[in-house]
């Protein structure tokens, strides 16, 4: 059982619906949520947009949170957490809303690595919103667009009623391409199931733990961000992955951008899963694999991935 507050970071390029979202989060949730706005710039007009509730918010407008100004979203946490130990506040959760040119990586990484933030809090998801109009040139464009698609757990398609069925199509099959392993929801005005966003635990291994079927390749010789899968039914040396994953996480962990996978190694009964965020990795052995048929699928997001190689160093990993 989670005891940990629950920390859901809504992200997605200019214009694609966010605030919207977190004004219907906040109209319809039941649960007490305090609100981190983070908006570039040194007015912060997204924080004007929030309709007024009994929400505490707080607005960090001093630069983007990727990159110089992760300590003071820290800082803003340590606040709330020691205003409701005073009793000044409650809450029961914590959604961020990230500037449109943010990079969701280091946002994670604070949830992952600092250790007060990994005693207090836990990332339920990361929800990227996208425009359904403008997005494909915001993705031949710019590297953040892809980015923020590349770390998402739930992508919600947004504005789909200003399209056609046949470019909604191709749209969807670009960013399944990029991400396989989120699910997709359509949306017009940022409306969507709450319950597609909150209280699906995705970033937490002793929570709820999924991993769909992907075809073994899955990415677009055209993008820069692309994905692809592995599946294999023989059992796995646990030396050999360790030091596999040692390579990765210390070579090629910054092209990495998402990576889960559940293995089936060598003498062990029970399921291995685990999950990385560039150079952050997880893993645990988990629940016994049963009458289910043993068998290892690995998916990976990155950055000019080279799935062939990474391929073969896998299965040099397949116990001889």
């Known amino acids: 059982m989670e005891t940990r507050t629950p920390v859901t970071i809504v992200t997605g390029y200019l214009g694609s619906g966010k605030t919207t979202f977190l004004n219907h989060l906040l109209e319809q949730t039941k649960e007490k949520v305090a609100v981190i706005v983070n908006e570039f710039g040194d007015i912060g007009i997204d924080y004007q947009l929030i309709e007024r509730t009994k929400e505490e918010i707080i607005e960090i407008n001093s630069g983007c949170i990727c990159c110089n100004v992760r300590k003071d979203l820290i800082d803003g946490l340590v606040m709330l957490s020691f205003s409701r130990e005073q009793n000044m506040i ?11 040119l943010a990079d969701p990586a280091p946002i994670v990484q604070t949830f992952l690595m600092d250790e007060s933030m990994v005693e207090e809090y836990v ?18 464009q710019k590297d953040e667009a892809l980015i923020q698609i590349a770390f998402a757990d739930v992508i ?15 749209l969807i099959t670009r960013l399944d391409g990029i991400n396989p392993a989120a699910s997709t929801h359509l949306s017009v005005n940022s409306q969507v199931d709450l319950y597609k966003v909150v209280n699906i635990f995705s970033y937490n291994l002793h929570e709820k733990f999924t991993l769909s079927t992907y075809s073994s390749d899955r990415g677009h010789h055209d993008e820069k961000v692309t994905s692809f899968s592995i599946q294999e039914l023989r059992p796995l040396d ?10 990765l996480v210390q070579l090629q962990g910054e092209n990495l951008y998402r990576y ?3 293995l089936n190694i060598d003498g062990l009964d029970r399921r291995f899963i685990f999950q990385g965020v560039h150079m952050i990795f997880a893993g645990e052995v988990k629940n016994n694999w049963g009458n289910e048929q043993r068998k290892s699928e690995l998916v990976f997001i990155g950055k000019n991935l080279d799935k062939e190689k990474l391929t073969m160093q896998f299965r040099a990993c397949i116990v001889k």
């Open 90 to 100: 409650e809450f029961d959760r914590i959604v961020i809303e990230t500037t449109g």
């Open 123 to 140: 990332i339920d998801s990361v929800c990227t919103f996208v425009d359904a109009k403008h997005i494909s040139y915001h993705l031949d």
């Open 156 to 170: 919600v398609v947004n504005k789909t009623d200003i399209v056609t069925k046949e470019d909604l199509e191709k």
């Open 238 to 247: 646990l030396r050999k992955l360790n030091m596999w994953f040692s390579y």
């Open 260 to 262: 889960k996978g559940i």
